[in-house]
């Protein structure tokens, strides 16, 4: 089965720093670009930041640019998200999934779910106090 389990999350003040683990399993790791989703209560899920696995090539979304960075570890077929300077309206469920970047826009990414993609997994809540 394929599995994209998000961790670390907790609370943070406002200004501090949490850095997000994506463990991924079931899949072959370097044939998908893998990123991370947050949702607040009330609105959409939405994407943040995508690495492709095989050229480590990064999208952001301009809201987290410079904030936040994704990298990758193959070796251990892990996805991390270092969010600095963290701000209360970053207060959300935070899920990592894999990734479906248009290249002429990649602002609009989003995720491919189902069949070989997967589910979403539990996700983490991170919470920053003011």
């Known amino acids: 089965d394929v599995q994209l389990q998000a961790s670390g999350g907790g609370l943070v003040q406002a200004g501090g720093s949490r850095r997000l683990s994506c463990e991924a399993s079931?899949?072959?790791?370097?044939?998908?670009?893998i990123g991370w989703f947050r949702q607040v209560p009330g609105k959409e899920r939405s994407g943040l930041a995508c690495i492709s696995s095989s050229d480590g090539a990064s999208y952001y979304r301009d809201s987290v640019k410079g904030r936040f960075t994704i990298s990758s570890d193959k070796t251990k077929n892990m996805v991390y998200l270092q969010m600095n300077s963290l701000k209360p309206d970053d207060t959300a469920v935070y899920y990592c999934?894999?990734?479906?970047?248009?290249?002429?826009?990649?602002?609009?990414?989003?995720?491919?779910?189902?069949?070989?993609?997967?589910?979403w997994g539990q996700g983490t809540l991170v919470t920053v106090s003011s």
């Open positions: 999934a894999i990734c479906n970047v248009p290249l002429e826009n990649p602002q609009r990414m989003g995720v491919k779910l189902g069949g070989e993609f997967g589910s």
């Open positions: 079931g899949i072959n790791f370097d044939d998908h670009t």
